[in-house]
């Protein structure tokens, strides 16, 4: 942590857990007789419970988005950039929930969990769960919170497709939906760099068909891989070449195998340190969650037809030079949106970053974002009294 | 091999092999004692001998660019789109010289070899090569050949980069010089893809640092991981969704790890069927020549510094959705010959393919690249009389 508490941090937060007695019946058939969830909560949620919003993470996300665990952390949670008091999630205004995602690894019930039928961790076993599913276990949550609506329901990348899902799913619950950096569907592509990391790790000898816990050991080096390979797409060309370009970490060529340019050791560092907190099956359940996610197949392909039922307003910001989930596919989202006559704000923010830019401090981002909640806010104020 | 061999085949063709006995120097600083290199030849030198074009392969090519070696032969050559009679590599006006590159894996010295000194195969001990090395080692056999100046040196992708320093290095030896697809040196992001292939080889358990020939096994993964990445970086997205899409193999989702998208089981096939005709040691090789390249940095990063020497006209030819090499990547190329006042045609082709637009056989793309040689032949014609 640094020596002082930010003051626009939402400063020290405690995780919170619930555990879930009835059974969550899942998209791929079976279900989830018991199950546990994460959260934190920032801010204080109002009288009329009109101020909660609900933030939704990416693939290697988890419940801990902003804020310091203890005074030792070096590093707040992954969303500090955006949310605390006076940012765009403002928590001063705002109650803010963020949840770790069944599946996860970070403390709600996932791969490393005791299935509570054999006693040993689910591993494999534990079921591929949808982005829908997320939704409706994110939805008892906010049962348990007393929050019939939330004011806003809000996530980047994959966080922004259980925000799609969201409106679609429960469409009276939600009064904005914020959908950053994200896609109404995976491309082949983007399924292929999926299908790459996950059979680096199913290939790694130390996966042990994915019960490598018993063997105390872990799918090592796949994870690294599939962390490295991720990292590229996180990245632009143009980010990769500004902070890295062809810079050689010893000034010449060596003529050998080992680390030579300067992001050649950025990926193995990323690689690394990655493997020392997250789990392998975890990571190929969220992959498959990306790689299923598909509203629109429900609805003979048409998104627009998919969103008919959608009464939340949305905002919808993407990033010039990403490319793993580029500009014209949030575009996909706001043609459907407008095709099926809904409310939509749209944002294309010029921005070298890539992915990863809606984690940065991007000025006009973060104005944009701060102007739009903020009317949310006023929206939450008005219905309380 | 089809039933009958298309009229437009060289046909069969026998891979011939020299064993060059003079000393190599190499960009290392270390030395090749002796070595061999295995090629062939398309077509027939004239008596002015100013007919000969040089084909320089890519990453994963080798001499075999055209032709069939037996009548059991299902494929052929992997240009044979360009190669032979007729086509814009003619075989009936021009002779061709295609060459398996030193470190490669189809016949020519390389890590599979024994090492002379140890008579154990070279391993991870076979120097890393640059492309001037192999520019070098092509001087040679064209010096056996009888060559004082070749039409032509052609080639794709790392084979355009040979191309490139081949006009560097030796400006009379060659008076037309073809760059398809290439770059004038890697981006940052092309190192990352090929560190992570690397990572990927090199953490594969079966490695054993290189020396695994003595222990009877390949480091099959990694090397399959590496392969896959690779062709994601040869299609285009836009070529992946028209091939593949989200199309799933079973017609559902079966809510497994198994292969469920078309594009997963393309990818998967790819990475197999590599692995049982390359060598891993040969594939980081390549990858470290391409990281290599720059001759601009010889020249305080100034490419058309590096050109000053050029005498070559050059064809570049670059494809609107290679995202590999982009467009963009050629554009430096013609920009750097123009900036030092060369002659230079430069196309850029509307095509889906992606970097492996310059294998397909693409109407516009062909039809330039037979207009241009056509143009080359009649010189080398007027040069014969």
Redesign the interface.
């Known amino acids: 942590m640094p020596e002082t508490i930010p003051s626009d941090s939402v400063g020290l937060v405690t995780p919170q857990r619930h555990h879930f007695t009835e059974p969550l019946a899942l ?3 079976r279900e989830l007789p018991q199950y546990e969830l994460v959260y934190e909560t920032y801010g204080t949620l109002n009288a009329a419970r009109s101020n909660a919003v609900l933030i939704c993470h990416a693939l290697s996300g988890d419940h801990h988005a902003a804020g310091y665990h203890s005074p030792q952390d070096r590093k707040p949670g992954w969303w500090e950039t955006c949310i605390g008091p006076g940012k765009p999630i403002d928590t001063n205004r705002f109650f803010v929930v963020s949840i770790n995602n069944l599946g996860g690894c970070k403390g709600s019930t996932g791969p490393v969990s005791l299935n509570p039928d054999t006693q040993r961790p689910y591993g ?1 076993d534990f ?2 769960i949808t982005v829908r599913d997320w939704v409706h276990s994110q939805a008892r949550l906010g049962e348990l919170l007393g929050i019939q609506q939330w004011a806003a329901v809000i996530g980047g990348s994959l966080g922004g497709m259980q925000a799609l899902q969201w409106a679609i799913t429960y469409p009276h619950r939600l009064r904005h939906c914020v959908v950053i950096a994200s896609a109404p ?5 983007n ?3 999926n ?2 990391a ?3 790790i ?4 130390d996966f042990h068909a994915g019960h490598y816990y018993e063997h105390n050991v872990i799918p090592r ?1 796949g994870l ?2 599939a962390r ?2 991720g ?2 797409t996180y ?1 632009s ?1 143009d980010s ?2 500004s ?4 810079e050689l970490r010893e000034g010449k ?1 060596n ?3 080992d680390v ?2 300067q ?2 050791s950025y ?2 560092y990323q ?1 690394r340190s990655f493997v020392d907190r997250f789990d392998a099956n975890t990571y ?1 359940l969220m992959t ?1 969650a990306l ?2 996610f ?1 509203p629109a197949s429900e609805h003979d392909h048409d998104l627009a037809a998919a969103l008919a039922g959608v009464t939340a307003r949305f905002l919808v910001m993407s990033f010039t030079s990403d490319w793993r989930f580029s500009s014209s596919r949030s575009k996909e989202i706001v043609r459907a949106l407008l095709d099926s006559q809904k409310h939509v704000t749209y944002l294309d923010i010029d921005a070298d970053d890539g992915h990863d830019a809606f984690l940065m401090p991007i000025p006009l981002y973060l104005a944009a974002f701060k102007a739009y909640m903020k009317t949310v806010a006023d929206e939450g104020d008005e219905l309380a009294n």
Do not use: N, W
Not at 185 to 189: D, G
Not at 202 to 205: F, Q
Not at 243 to 246: A, D, E, V
């Open positions: 998209d791929c058939g494999p079921p591929i569907k995976l491309s082949a592509q399924i292929a760099f299908e790459v996950r059979q680096a199913m290939t790694d000898l080096q690294m891989l490295m390979l990292h590229i990245l060309d990769m070449r902070k890295f370009g062809r060529l003529f050998s195998f030579e340019f992001i050649e990926l193995r690689g190929l498959k790689d299923y598909d």
